[in-house]
């Protein structure tokens, strides 16, 4: 249905901020409930990062980023993005946009991911 294309990780100090985007290709139409962010920490599962629904834009986070990081969405480009500030050296991993097109609730669309790593 669609294909999710990540960019903008890269290496940066902690305190520092890099945005991550997502964009999301196909010849059907693009229209999620949801799009996320998920990351994998080294050596760890992969987690829940931040949401957001397509159609009114409301926002969600977990705890350990809420007020360091904002997701935005720009439904013209089929795109999400993820503003990281105040990078901190547990926020490296593996981040992973997802879309929730099928079911509420289930993220059923997965990119490929990008690196983030934060310097300490």
């Known amino acids: 249905q669609a294909q999710l294309i990540e960019s903008g990780g890269g290496l940066v100090q902690a305190g520092g901020s890099l945005k991550l985007t997502c964009a999301a290709s196909?010849?059907?139409?693009?229209?999620?409930?949801?799009m996320g962010w998920f990351r994998r920490p080294p050596g760890k599962d992969r987690e829940f990062v931040a949401g957001i629904s397509w159609s009114d834009g409301r926002a969600w986070y977990d705890d350990s980023v809420k007020g360091r990081f904002t997701i935005s969405s720009d439904n013209g480009k089929n795109s999400v993005y993820l503003q990281m500030n105040s990078l901190k050296f547990e926020d490296t991993g593996v981040y992973y946009c997802?879309?929730?097109?099928?079911?509420?609730?289930?993220?059923?669309?997965w990119g490929q991911g990008t690196q983030v790593t934060v310097s300490s």
């Open positions: 997802a879309a929730m097109v099928r079911y509420v609730g289930e993220y059923d669309y």
């Open positions: 196909g010849r059907t139409s693009f229209s999620p409930h949801a």
